[in-house]
């Protein structure tokens, strides 16, 4: 199974991946922004690497070439808030015969600006204009979790724990689809 773990910047996706891991320690986290930043060496710079169909392309094919050689589950905390590109790729595990449990980490936009500016600025910082936290915060959307496809199992990062939220997300992945 691939647990997709979305939700704005600051939900608490890669919280909860940790902790999915710490109770699943034969899966394996695979962030796709990694995907990006390979792609960032090779091409021009870009306001947002998920515009690139080369990382759509490669996200999907990366997936499945850790579930088939590596992982029977693998966890992914990956912000996919273009409607267009989340169904490109959810389509394309789908399509591969991948089971997926897609869960929205929906969370209150003030709780979302709070967590991102209390964030530490990533080193590097590979936006164009320098700026991760402006570029973030551009990118709020509070009507993303109606927007989610059927299925998608949406539950509030704001108020539930990251031990909650596992258990939640684990009891979903063990109900047959």
Do not use: C
């Amino acid at each position: 199974m691939i647990v997709w773990l979305n939700g704005g910047f600051g939900a608490g996706k890669t919280t909860l991946a940790a902790e999915l891991h710490r109770r699943l320690p034969d899966a394996v986290v695979y962030d796709p922004e990694d995907v990006g930043l390979m792609l960032s060496k090779w091409l021009p710079p870009s306001e947002d690497f998920q515009d690139l169909p080369s990382w759509r392309e490669l996200v999907v094919a990366t997936a499945l070439s850790l579930r088939r050689h590596h992982a029977r589950t693998l966890i992914v905390p990956m912000s996919l808030l273009r409607d267009g590109y989340r169904t490109e790729i959810l389509d394309g595990l789908a399509a591969a015969g991948e089971e997926v449990l897609h869960v929205f980490l929906d969370t209150a936009p003030e709780v979302l600006r709070d967590r991102l500016r209390a964030r530490t600025p990533p080193p590097g910082d590979h936006r164009p204009d320098g700026s991760a936290l402006d570029w973030a915060l551009s990118r709020l959307d509070p009507a993303a979790a109606g927007r989610q496809p059927a299925g998608t199992l949406v539950l509030r990062s704001d108020r539930l724990t990251p031990t909650e939220l596992a258990d939640t997300v684990l009891a979903a992945a063990d109900r047959p689809s």
